[in-house]
């Protein structure tokens, strides 16, 4: 049904706001930007000829989805976040498979800055740190490091993240690693994701690894 003008298109605006406001949290983490976001598209609609939209809550939603992707990609979120939220809560699609669709992309893409800018040593550190909350002795156990080593090793990755070159990344090699990364984040076992890590890392790790259940953030 054609959006009109008979209330500014607030009716239509009001009805998929719960929704706007659901996918941008899950994307961002974060209350409050996501409430700005959804202003912002409120201001689009407003701007936008809806005599030409046949779907409102389509157009809405994917507003609302551009908006929170270039946020996640901006450097700031980078700086801010480092990747954290969108790599610890990949999405549950079963009750709306869109948002499933829209977090995969977000996700994707931070997966593919992870190896265009950090090394592999750095690439394992941070993951295993910033998205699965290893203690710094963990990670330094898997890479067979010095803790103060794997310290180091995430710093460095942090601040490489929001700056510097990006080396081409290989499409196999990013399926790979976001695959791995979605296992072991759906399944809570890191066992399989341990082994791609330290392999791209040139290393091999000593003994079992660890269960989530067995971690406590240091």
Partial sequence: MIATHDDNGLSAFLT????????????????AEAEDVVQDVWIRWQAADRTDVREPAAFLVTTATRLAINILQSARVRRETAA???????????????????????????MRVLLEKLTS????????REAFSYPYRDIAEVLRLEVANARQLVTRARQR??????????????????????????SGDAADLERLL?????????GAALTSSSRRAA
């Avoid at 040593?121 to 295993?128: D, G, P, V």
């Avoid at 929001?162 to 984040?185: D, I």
């Avoid at 330290?198 to 790790?205: E, F, K, L, N, Q």
Wanted: aromatic share 6%; no cysteine.
């Fill in 84 to 110: 954290g939220s969108w790599l610890r809560e990949p999405a549950d699609g079963r009750d709306d498979p869109r948002l499933h669709a829209e977090r995969g992309e977000a996700l994707g893409a931070g």
């Fill in 198 to 206: 330290t392999s791209d890392a040139g290393r091999v790790t000593g």
């Fill in 121 to 128: 040593t750095e690439r394992a550190a941070f993951i295993l």
């Fill in 161 to 186: 993240m929001t700056g510097g070159r990006r080396q081409p990344v290989a499409v196999n090699r990013h399926r790979r690693l976001l695959e791995t990364f979605l296992a072991a984040a759906r």
């Fill in 16 to 31: 998929v706001r719960p929704r706007l406001f659901g996918i941008v949290y899950r994307m961002l983490g974060s209350a």
